[in-house]
């Protein structure tokens, strides 16, 4: 990254793209002087950088990412690339410091850093985990049950997931400018999808900075992440249905990008998080000196101050029983005054730093002039310039600073549309009250779909009546009472286990909830076919598909030796009512249809006494188990289990079991082996269906 020296009055660096796999900046010239936009230190107002993309060639960055990107994310694994995501995550964890410092500028305090840069890291470590647990160890994921279409079996379908074979164009917010970046690359990166990430303007050069990490790591492959740092009007125009748009921002952009004809006629996968009045309701309960009240009071004032108020999911609408507006009101205000210190992050003790940029201040303090004049009254804090800690210690204000210090208002009137439609994305609340359980309910929907509520209450019934009542109309709903008030990681929080996105005007988007997001990233295709063919493409053994029956045990195969489709048959054993009579002994489990033949017969599932389920796997186990010491290192479960058709005394039955998938480990020795386990009788219905679950070793020599 080299300082491009425009002239001596801008003797500035412009903040590069990294695209091609190389670092880019604008070639010096007199239009790019009119066309960068510059931003500055959000507490001070010093010049820290141009920003251009005057002279990129935007098709040939898409074109990157779908030749090379695709190419080389298309040679690695799920597991693979989940590894590689770790190993991102442990390479930036090692260098938070430097980023903390870059992010300061933007006015971040550490605590917000902590939210934006260890908050992406761990979207990363999440990812780099599930996709090793939940994911198989190759390229296609099966999505649901096999659909038998033809009565012999010999034709059948299913859904597969692959992924797309375009870019992804991740376009994020100004506020989070490492979390959006990461939590968006994380899937995408998963599921195979090369990266173009477009961070917003004003913070970009945080993104910036985490990129050069990404890229000095050489951990990611060529082709997987391209960053364009400034404005990309045009960067839709290059796209097409083979591409994925990520947006984050405002309501009104989302609007344009959506109306673009490669979105609107084209087909580009468009998905968007937007702004969102997202609502805190106090249950009737939750009264000054509960422990409700309490946490209550600190998530709205948490929610309001932690970047600056400056997040999509933070408390907007403060809804409480009429008759606690007055005490909810001077309980923020008083927790406020107590706990806010505004200024400087780089400062000692400063708690609250300032809105990214000069242009947010006057966008939320015009939207705050608004709402008084819609009847909102000011119930704490003003629109007065603060004076705040500076970075050299001293209390005064600072005008080029974007600082504003929160406010809370109040409303008289609950229906008054600027309340429920204007977000002031800033350290902004609205108390109001509601009259009972439907009306909060009421006053939470008229923010036409939000990201995030939170109900405060300890009475379950309150909890039912109004998550009942809000859920469609958000994406994630926190119920906050006395047991979770400590742990909870708070209103404001997406975590990457569950999804974050709402409806309505909140974009209609989903982000993370976990794998759900890498399947955003790939197409669901019906396959159908014979039992081999969808074998070979699934890599998952399908019941009909061939099987290989030889002189070797499969349980005496290393991974390395074993295939998809080896197999193993038992002889029959048959079950006495002897057995049946013991089992029921040892095991204490004296259930009426092992032991009494009159009851059993009433049963209308028996024909009278039948042998245990749980004695008919154990027996199975007996059946095909190859005891020496080998490469099965350990039985770690069953799935799917299912008993068909009972078994009396005096039936037989035998066991086939087949290995149906072969997930190799990248980092131990061993993998899993999932094994197609069937029971039949001696009639050859099947008795049971099931999974076992076992650890392989790669490798066995026999001693
Ligand atoms: P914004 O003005 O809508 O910008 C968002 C992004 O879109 C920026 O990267 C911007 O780039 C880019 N952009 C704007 N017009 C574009 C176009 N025609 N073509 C391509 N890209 C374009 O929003 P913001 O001011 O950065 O962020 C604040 C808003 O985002 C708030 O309303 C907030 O609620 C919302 N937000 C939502 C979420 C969520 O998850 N739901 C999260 C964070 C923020 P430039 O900066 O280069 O113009």
């Not at 303007?201 to 985490?210: E, F, K, L, R, S």
Request: with cysteine; glycine share 10%; charged share 20%.
């Amino acid at each position: 990254m080299t300082a491009t020296v425009l002239n001596a009055d801008t003797a500035v660096e412009t903040v590069p793209s990294y695209v091609r796999d190389a670092w880019w900046t604008p070639e010096p010239s007199a239009d790019l002087l009119t066309n960068s936009a510059r931003v500055r230190d959000a507490s001070t107002g010093e010049l820290l950088a141009m920003v251009s993309t005057e002279g990129l060639d935007l098709a040939a960055v898409v074109e990157h990412g779908r030749s090379v990107g695709q190419r080389e994310l298309g040679a690695l694994t799920f597991h693979q690339r989940a590894l590689k995501l770790k190993e991102l995550a442990q390479y930036l964890n090692d260098r938070r410091a430097q980023l903390y410092e870059v992010s300061a500028r933007s006015g971040a305090t550490t605590g917000d850093s902590q939210v934006d840069i260890d908050g992406g890291i761990g979207v990363l470590f999440t990812f780099g985990s599930k996709g090793r647990r939940e994911l198989p160890n190759s390229q296609v994921v099966v999505d649901g049950p096999v659909e038998t279409l033809s009565k012999d079996g010999s034709f059948i379908g299913e859904h597969i997931y692959t992924r797309i074979p375009g870019v992804a164009v991740q376009i994020n917010a100004f506020n989070f400018p490492v979390w959006g970046m990461l939590e968006k690359l994380a899937p995408a990166f998963l599921a195979g999808v090369p990266t173009i990430v477009k961070p917003a303007t004003p913070t970009g050069y945080v993104a910036a900075a985490a990129v050069r990490l990404m890229v000095e790591s050489q951990i990611l492959p060529a082709g997987s992440l391209q960053l364009i740092s400034g404005s990309a009007r045009n960067l839709l125009d290059e796209l097409d249905y083979r591409d994925l748009v990520a947006f984050t921002g405002s309501a009104a952009t989302a609007k344009t990008l959506k109306a673009h004809p490669n979105v609107a006629i084209g087909g580009v996968r468009f998905t968007s998080e937007t702004d969102s009045l997202n609502a805190a309701i106090l249950g009737p309960d939750a009264v000054a000196g509960t422990p409700e009240f309490e946490a209550f009071i600190k998530s709205v004032v948490t929610e309001m101050t932690v970047k600056a108020g400056q997040k999509c999911t933070s408390i907007r609408r403060v809804l409480v029983p009429k008759e606690l507006c007055t005490e909810v009101s001077e309980a923020i205000g008083a927790r406020i005054a107590q706990r806010v210190v505004l200024g400087d992050p780089r400062a000692e003790g400063v708690t609250m730093g300032a809105l990214a940029s000069l242009e947010q201040l006057a966008d939320v303090r015009s939207a705050v002039e608004i709402m008084l004049a819609a009847g909102g009254e000011l119930a704490y804090g003003s629109l007065d310039a603060p004076a705040v800690t500076r970075a050299d210690g001293t209390v005064a204000p600072a005008p080029g600073g974007a600082f504003m210090s929160p406010v809370l208002l109040r409303w008289a009137n609950p229906e008054a549309s600027e309340l429920h439609a204007l977000e002031a994305f800033g350290p902004v609340a609205s108390v109001v009250g509601y009259s009972d359980l439907a009306d909060a309910v009421r006053l939470a929907a008229l923010g036409s779909g939000s990201l995030v509520a939170s109900v405060c209450t300890n009475d379950p019934s309150v909890a039912q009546q109004l998550v009942s009542g809000i859920a469609a109309h958000h994406g994630r709903v926190l119920i906050l009472n006395r047991e979770d008030a400590r742990s909870s990681t708070g209103h404001g929080s997406p975590v990457p286990h569950l999804v974050h996105g709402g409806p309505g005007r909140a974009g209609g988007g989903e982000e993370l909830g976990g794998i759900r997001s890498v399947f955003h990233h790939m197409q669901r295709t019906a396959v159908q076919g014979s039992p081999n063919m969808l074998t070979a493409i699934t890599g998952v053994w399908h019941t009909g598909a061939d099987q290989h029956f030889d002189d070797v045990h499969p349980f005496r195969k290393p991974l390395s030796a074993l295939r998809i489709g080896d197999a193993f048959k038992s002889g029959l054993r048959q079950v006495t009512l002897a057995d049946i009579t013991a089992f029921a002994e040892s095991t204490g489990d004296t259930f009426y249809a092992h032991t009494n033949a009159e009851a059993a017969a009433a049963n209308p599932f028996f024909p009278g006494i039948v042998a245990h389920g749980y004695l008919m796997l154990s027996w199975a186990a007996g059946l095909f188990v190859e005891p020496a010491p080998g490469p099965v290192l350990a039985n770690y479960g069953l799935d799917n289990l299912r008993f068909l058709t009972p078994l009396a005394a005096g039936d037989s039955f035998r066991v086939t079991l087949t290995a149906k998938q072969i997930t190799p480990r990248e980092t131990d020795e061993y993998g899993e082996v999932r094994w197609d386990a069937v029971l039949h009788n001696q009639h050859d219905e099947v008795v049971a269906s099931y999974d076992v679950l076992t650890l392989v070793a790669k490798d066995w020599a026999a001693s």
